[in-house]
């Protein structure tokens, strides 16, 4: 009866080894996989970062299509007086472009310069667009 007990023992010894190393190989696992979700949370942070980034981008480029689309280039002709002032234009008092809504206004309505996207420098815009253009960027 003693080598019974030895060899259940032994038997018991045997399985308690081989429950060690599947245990080791399941905390291995277990920690492979928080490294990877770990890094897949990063990812998805990075993803929507780059989201977030790319909708203020579709923003910009939406409200510079519409302001491109309601604003018209006029002509030198079509213009006797500034659109702001409304002083009339003369040798003195020159015509200048908003580059930004097409219209035609005096040096004094139109002393600023702002970032476009048509353009890498600073272009001449009238006071109303320089207004709107500075709420739109403080709101970014």
């Known amino acids: 009866m003693h080598r019974e007990e030895i060899a259940k023992l032994r038997a018991e010894t045997t399985q308690v080894a081989e429950m060690k190393s599947a245990l080791r190989q399941l905390k291995r696992e277990n920690d492979d996989l928080k490294r990877s979700c770990s890094e897949q949370e990063r990812a998805l942070v990075e993803l929507g970062d780059h989201l977030s980034r790319s909708k203020v981008k579709a923003e910009e480029l939406k409200h510079t ?9 006029m002509a030198d002709n079509e213009a006797v007086n500034c659109q702001q002032c409304k002083k009339n234009f003369s040798v003195a008092r020159r015509r200048h472009h908003c580059r930004n809504c097409g219209g035609i206004f ?3 309505c139109s002393d600023n ?3 476009l996207p048509s353009s890498s420098r600073p272009l001449r ?4 667009c320089s207004e709107s253009l500075l709420t739109r960027s403080l709101k970014e």
């Open 125 to 128: 815009v009238c006071d109303g």
């Open 65 to 73: 299509v519409e302001v491109a689309k309601d604003n018209k280039w």
């Open 113 to 115: 310069t702002m970032p």
């Open 106 to 108: 005096c040096h004094q």
